[in-house]
């Protein structure tokens, strides 16, 4: 059974600081990894989503890089606000071709974010 | 508006009652997902449909029902409340076909239960 884990579950940084959160898997048989953001009371909103065959993506301060081999994703945010502070969650989907069950994502529990002023 | 909504937002019900959870999408994806959200469990899947009339058990199914007679609905029914179902229920869709394409999850802004 697939697990995700993400470490910290708390982070906390003075704003205008580079940082990275980590992501890691049990099963490297995976399609794709995506991270979200979720603020307090709200839904979750993509960020990135990496396929297997690549490395990293990027979106504006985002980058996030993926290692499948070694079951390890990190999302690297640059130049840190106040306006980042969230919960960042990875999720992994399995491999295709393996049935409607192919699409279920695998959820770490989150990093909770507070960027400090 | 296009997108993915979830009625109520908010709903608190009693012990035994029947409760119906809402997810509407606009953009006829195939696939739909029912979560649920508890601290110090994470996001975990109740119920996925493939395509209208196709539904099937995630990780916790019991105690939940789902239908899918048209395809940009996913309605989630508990039958009999337990207060063990209180919790932060999201909806998700992405489009299909299998193994194509990014198939990036996109959720609804979640329905908060309280169960008493």
């Known amino acids: 059974k697939q697990e995700v884990t993400q470490i910290p579950a708390a982070l906390s940084v003075p704003e205008g600081e580079n940082l990275v959160l980590n992501c890691s898997f049990t099963?490297?048989?995976?399609?794709?990894l995506q991270w979200f953001r979720q603020d307090p009371g709200k839904g979750l909103t993509s960020l990135l989503l990496?396929?297997?065959?690549?490395r990293e993506q990027t979106s504006g301060r985002l980058n996030a890089s993926l290692d499948k081999s070694s079951g390890r994703s990190t999302l690297y945010i640059a130049a840190s606000q106040p306006g980042d502070s969230a919960t960042y969650l990875c999720?992994?989907?399995?491999?295709?071709?393996?049935?409607?069950?192919?699409?279920?994502?695998?959820f770490g529990k989150g990093t909770k974010l507070s960027v400090i002023p | 508006d296009a997108g993915i909504t979830q009625s109520p937002r908010y709903k608190i019900t009693e012990t035994g009652r029947q409760v119906t959870l809402m997810c509407h999408q606009t953009?006829?994806?195939?696939?739909m997902f029912w979560y649920r959200q508890d601290l110090g469990h994470g996001l975990r899947l109740i119920y996925y449909?493939?395509?209208?009339?196709?539904?099937d058990k995630g990780e916790v199914p019991d105690g939940y029902v789902v239908s899918r007679s048209k395809t940009e609905n996913f309605p989630l029914t508990l039958e009999s409340a337990t207060r063990s179902q209180t919790s932060v229920y999201f909806c998700a869709s992405t489009w299909s076909p299998a193994g194509v394409g990014n198939n990036e999850q996109f959720f609804g802004p979640g329905t908060r239960l309280t169960v008493l």
């Open positions: 449909s493939a395509a209208a009339d196709i539904t």
């Open positions: 953009w006829s994806h195939s696939y």
């Open positions: 099963d490297s048989a995976i399609y794709n």
């Open positions: 990496i396929q297997s065959s690549q």
């Open positions: 999720a992994v989907r399995p491999t295709p071709y393996s049935g409607a069950g192919s699409y279920q994502l695998t």
